[in-house]
């Protein structure tokens, strides 16, 4: 009689803070720990060299983001941001708000608004 094989999953992982892939044989009931992150609501404040400035807005902690974790400039908006953060604090992404609302202070003579179409 031949022994039973246990069943595994062969798992692609990366790691957040370094970019790093790794595969691994999981076998059946095997446990692994959660990643140890911490969400918080964020405001940008400002950008500076190649990072931007984020301060959470419970805390009133202050966060500086490398322009390779965010990819564009959050700086169109100064609206709350949610950031996903290890427990070492360093920023590993962000979520921006699905919409936005921005007012319109100043702009060309003759420029007017267009109506949203139906």
Do not use: W
Request: charged share 25%; net charge positive.
């Amino acid at each position: 009689m031949k022994p039973a094989r246990r069943a595994f999953t062969r798992t692609k992982m990366k790691n957040l803070l370094t970019g790093g892939v790794i595969e691994r044989n999981i076998r059946s009931g095997e446990k692994l720990e959660p990643a140890a992150i911490e969400e918080c609501e964020m405001q940008y404040l400002y950008k500076e060299a190649d990072a931007f400035v984020f301060m959470n807005t419970k805390s009133y902690e202050q966060m500086h983001i490398n322009r390779d974790v965010l990819g564009d400039d959050p700086s169109c908006s100064g609206q709350h941001q949610r950031a996903g953060a290890p427990l070492q604090r360093s920023a590993i992404g962000i979520t921006l708000p699905n919409f936005i609302d921005l007012r319109i202070t100043q702009s060309d003579p003759g420029v007017r608004a267009i109506p949203p179409r139906m």
